[in-house]
């Protein structure tokens, strides 16, 4: 077997930016090969799950009061596991825990970050083998170093993230990371079980043709929102559509999708439940920043999400995300 050394591995191309800042600790670079090494761990549960005792519901509930799977606590033990055992992160919060998992020990106590993450997004997903992901997002401290971290390090808006990212277990494996610096996503090669660049500094098209929303709730949606998805239905040609519905009910996927090609993902409030459904921590502040440092926009409907202060581990909140063309086409049903 032949390998293409012109290609990085993740572990390359974070040692390669971390020589660009002579000051760099590496303690984030360090922290995001972990990721990478649960996340693989992941994948390979997510692979052979049909073969094994894995699939189906583990009989609990989550603290969002959904129907916990077995696959997302075995996700969420080696995210935990992995962060705990590394030397860059000084505690975890994750979507399936009540409350935030602080390493109180002397080397996490001297770690300068913080991960939220939701450990296996689109979870509903998984007796059918549809696409599935994790997504995270990785704060710097602002507790006193040396000390324990304390819940004032999660509770922070999403405009303070360092990092963000995501992997979707798909037909290939790919990890999505953003740094201020740009996104960049990651191939798992099988062969050599590394995550490969396979697309740098990724840029979200102004303007695509897809538009992602659960259509069934549309007579419970605000009416700006009927007003949007009433717009996209009529494109034409001739006013730059026709738009196509896409909507696979996997936040990971549908925004990875549109993250590549073009698009708008919408989760707006509904009537029986104004704040929606996504979580404001673990799901729309990742996707936020990444969007955003790729070129795009995200919203709540009236205010930017990455200005955000959250109040609470678990809050929720409608998002409204994507291209930044569908962006303000979408603001401009809100306003009429």
Known sequence: MTVNRNVLTLDEFTLQQLRAFPRATGELSALL??????????????????????????????VQGEDVKKLDIFANNQFMGVLQHGISCAG?????????????DPVSNN???VVL???????????VNVSIGTIFSVYRRVSEIGKPATEADFLQPGIKQIAAGYVVYG??????????????????????????????????????????VNHGHFFRYPLGVRKYIT??????????????????????ADVHRNLIKGGIFMYPGTTDKPKGKL???????????????????ATNGTQRILEVVPTQL???SPLFIGSGGMMSELEACFQE
């Open 279 to 297: 979580r404001l921590l673990y799901e729309c502040n990742p996707f936020a920043f990444i969007v955003e440092v790729a070129g795009g926009r």
């Open 171 to 212: 037909s290939s494996t790919m990890l999505v990371y953003a740094t201020r610096r740009g996104v960049n996503g990651f191939t798992l090669d099988q062969s050599i079980g590394e995550f490969c660049l396979s697309h740098p500094d990724i840029k979200v098209p102004d303007f695509g043709l897809i538009y992602s």
């Open 117 to 127: 993450f939701d450990p296996l997004d689109g979870s509903g997903n998984i007796d």
């Open 111 to 113: 770690s300068k970050y």
């Open 33 to 62: 090969r972990d990721i990478g090494l649960a996340a693989k761990r992941v994948n390979v549960e997510v692979n052979k799950a049909g073969l094994v005792d894995i699939l189906g519901d583990a009989g609990s509930i989550n």
């Open 314 to 316: 678990h809050e929720r």
């Open 92 to 104: 975890i919060a994750s979507e399936e825990l009540d409350d935030v998992v602080i390493f109180n």
């Open 231 to 252: 717009l996209c239905q009529e494109k034409t040609k001739a006013n730059g559509g026709p738009y196509t519905q896409r909507y696979i009910g996997s936040m990971v």
